[in-house]
């Protein structure tokens, strides 16, 4: 059974319920560019390093709007360059085909990726 309490859905199962974790988006928009930075939930305020990488998921970056998977799916058809941290929005990105699997980095197995349309 779901239950929707604001923008997070929960699903109860066997009388335990799972937590479904949304993905928070926030546009910046820079010289005619709609640049869409996008991270899991669960990860907005932390930081990641992998030897002399640093994955830092900072709020004033990341944390916009908080939105289900299927307003993930609309909110990329308007983005020019991506800005992408977690399993979740990048499995979507990678889904709708706006990434190639081998261009994902993984800093401390969380997966990053950027996209950039290019026009020429």
Same mark, same amino acid.
């Given at each position: 059974?779901?239950?929707?309490?604001?923008?997070?859905?929960?699903?109860?199962?066997?009388?335990?319920?799972?937590?479904?974790?949304?993905?928070?988006?926030?546009?910046?928009?820079?010289?005619?560019?709609?640049?869409?930075?996008? @991270?899991?939930?669960?990860?907005? !305020?932390?930081?990641?390093?992998?030897?002399?990488?640093? &994955?830092?998921?900072?709020?004033?970056?990341?944390?916009?709007? &908080?939105?289900?998977?299927?307003?993930?799916?609309?909110? %990329?058809?308007?983005?020019?360059?991506?800005?992408?941290?977690?399993?979740? @929005?990048?499995?979507?990105?990678?889904?709708? !085909?706006?990434?190639?699997?081998?261009?994902?980095?993984?800093?401390? !197995?969380?997966?990053?990726?950027?996209?950039?349309?290019?026009? %020429?």
């Amino acid at each position: 059974m779901k239950q929707n309490k604001g923008n997070t859905e929960y699903i109860f199962i066997k009388g335990r319920d799972l937590k479904m974790r949304g993905i928070y988006v926030k546009i910046h928009r820079l010289r005619g560019e709609v640049i869409l930075a996008a @991270c899991d939930e669960n990860l907005v !305020g932390k930081v990641f390093r992998d030897g002399p990488i640093i &994955l830092n998921v900072k709020e004033d970056f990341y944390k916009g709007k &908080l939105v289900s998977e299927d307003e993930f799916r609309e909110i %990329l058809r308007m983005a020019t360059i991506m800005n992408l941290v977690g399993e979740k @929005c990048v499995k979507i990105a990678l889904e709708e !085909g706006y990434l190639d699997e081998d261009r994902i980095l993984y800093v401390q !197995g969380v997966p990053h990726a950027q996209m950039a349309w290019m026009f %020429l």
